[in-house]
T-cell receptor
Framework: AQKITQTQPGMFVQEKEAVTLDCTYDTSDPSYGLFWYKQPSSGEMIFLIYQGSYDQQNATEGRYSLNFQKARKSANLVISASQLGDSAMYFCAILLGPDGNKLVFGAGTILRVKS | GAVVSQHPSRVICKSGTSVKIECRSLDFQATTMFWYRQFPKQSLMLMATSNEGSKATYEQGVEKDKFLINHASLTLSTLTVTSAHPEDSSFYIC??????????????FGEGSWLTVV
């Protein structure tokens, strides 16, 4: 079975500190893509970062970086210098299939940034 | 960047009626669109994958006669909730797969639609 797991239902972080949101996945596909999305209370899905299974380097996008450990099948999101506006639900997702036609989401992690 | 527009953003309908939600890719041709359902504080559950010009592929447990999906053109997919019941009340969100070339940005989401059935 192919699945994606986020073990942290909720996380707190102090403003300006870094936080790591965990994500592990299980797939037998050799080619896949990993996404992180942010969903504020408005409901929109905001793309944060992407990591391809064949990418040699960890992806980075501004304050977001992805700690990709392929052998462990983990793709943790690191948010540096947390801001109050980072408070939201965060989803990890995996894109599967030869045509990349199936995007499966984890359960999500609610992040709260404290001032 | 690419934009996917979803309409309506909020809709209230009476039990037993049908309601249609549209998902449009505004500046690219989307050969594949996805429909998700999300309950409060839960994850997105894939309902179906729609490919332009062919029948949608429904996930296990999703009633295809209840949730009609039509992908009539490369820029429009519609989800029709037929004979709506209060338990169909949910947040429905679509996404569109863009052209090959930018892997990290080829899945674009609409703004979502809040459906309330009374």
């Amino acid at each position: 079975a192919q699945k994606i797991t986020q073990t942290q239902p909720g996380m707190f972080v102090q403003e300006k500190e870094a936080v790591t949101l965990d994500c592990t996945y299980d797939t037998s596909d050799p080619s896949y893509g990993l996404f992180w999305y942010k969903q504020p209370s408005s409901g929109e899905m905001i793309f944060l970062i992407y990591q391809g299974s064949y990418d040699q380097q960890n992806a980075t996008e501004g304050r977001y970086s992805l700690n990709f450990q392929k052998a462990r099948k983990s793709a943790n999101l690191v948010i540096s210098a947390s801001q109050l506006g980072d408070s939201a639900m965060y989803f990890c997702a995996i894109l599967l299939g030869p045509d990349g036609n199936k995007l499966v989401f984890g359960a999500g992690t609610i992040l709260r940034v404290k001032s | 960047g690419a934009v996917v527009s979803q309409h309506p953003s909020r809709v209230i309908c009476k039990s037993g009626t049908s309601v249609k939600i549209e998902c449009r890719s505004l500046d690219f041709q989307a050969t594949t669109m996805f429909w998700y359902r999300q309950f409060p504080k839960q994850s997105l559950m894939l309902m179906a994958t729609s490919n332009e010009g062919s029948k949608a592929t429904y996930e296990q447990g999703v009633e295809k006669d209840k949730f009609l999906i039509n992908h009539a053109s490369l820029t429009l997919s519609t989800l029709t909730v037929t004979s709506a019941h209060p338990e169909d009340s949910s947040f429905y969100i679509c996404s569109a797969k863009g052209p090959i070339g930018l892997p990290g940005n080829t899945i674009y989401f609409g703004e979502g639609s809040w459906l309330t059935v009374v």
